[in-house]
């Protein structure tokens, strides 16, 4: 039992963590427009492909420099020549506008790389086992995905918060007017910033996708989980995304590696129900079985409890 | 159309319109056109049209219902092109079937949600398509088939026949069975029967994980293998039943966490697309090695994305064969299909074989009519092109053919998946007598 604990609060951590590079570049983006970025699982899913295409003529290692790279060169031209037009029209028509482009973006996804499963394979330097505990192995590209992202995160904390680019995004959120009239180029800022969230994802697509398989549905399976945390951490709060990633990924680890369930509850409440109960299903229900609906669950008690998130602050 | 406006509209063609046309004929001619001669021209001229539209038939409708966008769009692509590439192989190339009608395929993307499909079905209805092929996930299935019952009950003379090559739910041929439906492909307990007779085999084999998505299909294997292996091998223990929501899970490694701390001397699963090849993915990266008995565990990426770490783990129950393919023909037709669609991969023979046996129903009985293809259908023995003789059962509208046992790898493979070098090759046959299996069914049969 102790080691699915570990191994659990292990992969709990990889899918957290990836979780918050995802997280991070939307909750930023909508600090700074006022806007949720609803194709921002699609530039994940461009930065998995990017990286495959080019994993392919110049190795892995190739593809995780330049893809993020391109990824991110993307985002900000669609922020520069998409979003900073329909922006003039308001939230709503941006909002419009983000849909329809992870719209777009999965059906050329599919129209450039097909429809199938991409092999999209991690590198050989990391195929070994970083550590064998009590009979079950971590991988060592496990490990590489987790230090990656705690590396970006201690990145991102660093430039926000310490140097004088973060100081001026800071700023840029909260007064755009004021640091306009100081002599920066807001929307320069706000280009960057949408450029870097948007590498931020394409960079977790490419360390993801040879775990987690790159195929064309993998935006759909990782958006609407991302939107819940951005949700649940509070709008526009970094450190509520980063802790709203942590508590998701290891909640669904703990779930699926639990096996309890109602069985066990009626149990201890001393019920008991035959098999051909109307309600049969709800009482053979166990906890692995809802793993993946849970936080959503935590969304709705979240929204009725604390509607501005763990550490929002936005009240409007 | 045409046709019709001409035999009712003639009169009023000449009525209206031709004051105009004999203004400019008189300028040609110079001299009056009597109104019987013109009636007469226009006559002949209509009877041309009329002529050339009847040589120029109506093409025979199909339609195609199975996701062609979303998570499971590979599968239902890669059916569409198999099943366009037969018809043009077979019969478009030949001069069509009927004397001379082609066969038209017609492409409803359901998205393999059972509220599309209900949709879809409506378009093929005002399409007036009466033949559709559908295969992908059991619970669309289902609905298609409750959907087909219902409409053909109130609309006699317009019904449709539902050809499914694929779901596998066996309360299709079983309580659910419909005169309108016929399974072309073996149904799990079928499958599981056979698997399980192989796993019983084994001795090595003292624990099972059964691990599948949660729906209908996933459902049956789980109880199917429960029940089967209890009464075959009382001693192999389940050491787990687990269940996840279709198409929703990002990552298996907290499954295979599970897996591996049961202590699981193999696992069975009958998860197809991206949630089989990620699972797979996750128990191979594990550093498991113990085999993974499967049901859909090949092409459409799953094969190359496997690649060797799969080699020699996976195994697969499928109907038809694997390499080494048995004849000329199947053979020929594989190739001539890679020559076509490089990129692509025959991985449903019996797509081909519904294809086949259905136009042989409809040239037996000169008709397109549903009511006549379903007799005709109903205890047809057919020979494949792979050589082997298959055979619809007329009581619950269940295929019988071979079932095979075949093992991912890249030893002794003609043709591969994928073009990754791996492919299937069967290592376990059981013939058509064997895989017979008791149905519940009691059909209900619509009165002409």
Redesign the interface.
Known sequence: ?L??FI??TL??L??GFLLFMLASGLTLIFSMMGVLNFAHASFYMLGAYFAYSLSLYFGFWTGLIFAPLIVGALGAMIERYGLRRVHQSGHVAELVFTFGLAFLIE?AT?FFW????????APELLDF?LF?LL???F?A??GFMMAISIGIFIGLYYVLTKSRVGIIIQAAISHPQTVANLGHNVPLIFMGVFGVGTALAGLAGVIAGP???T????A???GS?VFVIVVIGGLGSLAGAFIASLLIGLL??YA??SDVGMPDLLNLLGVSFDRSHPLNDLWTMNL??I???LPYLLLVLVLIFRPTGLLGNREE | MFAAYCVTGSQTIINKRTALLMKKIQFFIKAPIPLPKLLAITGLFCAFILNSVSSAQEPVRIAFMDPL??????VG??GKTILEFAVDYYYNSKGGILGGRMIEIVPLDNKQSPNETQLQFRRAISEEIQIIFQGNSSAVANTLNQTISRHNRRNPGQEVLQINYSAVDPILTEDNCSFWHFRFDAHANMKLNILTDYIAADPDIKSMYIIGQ?YSFGQVVSDTTIKLLNEKRPDIEIVGN????I?????F???V??I??SGADAVITGNFG?DM??LA??II???LDIPIYTFYAAY???T??L?ESGKDKIRLIHNGVANPLPTEARKQFNRDFKLAHP?NDVTQPRIVNALQMVVQAMEETQSTDPYDIALALEDMRFTTIGGEEIWMRGDDHQIFQKLSISVHTDEGVEFDA?N?GYGLVTEYQVPLEETIVESSCQMRRPRR
């Open positions: 039992m080691e699915v191994f659990a992969n709990g990889v899918t059906e599919q097909g429809r199938d499963t991409k092999n999209y394979q086992p064998t009979g079950q192995e991988s590209y496990r775990v987690l398989t195929f064309p549905g993998m759909t399976v990782l989980i669904q680890s699926i590696a692995p079985q793993a993946p609906v | 966008s979303g998570t499971f769009a590979s692509n890669t949660d687990e269940f996840h929501p198409g929703q899970v990002k990552d490694t907290p499954y966490t599970k591996v701390s991206a090849v990620s993915r996750s990266d594990s550093g459409d990426g799953i190359a994305t690649g990129n994928d990754s």
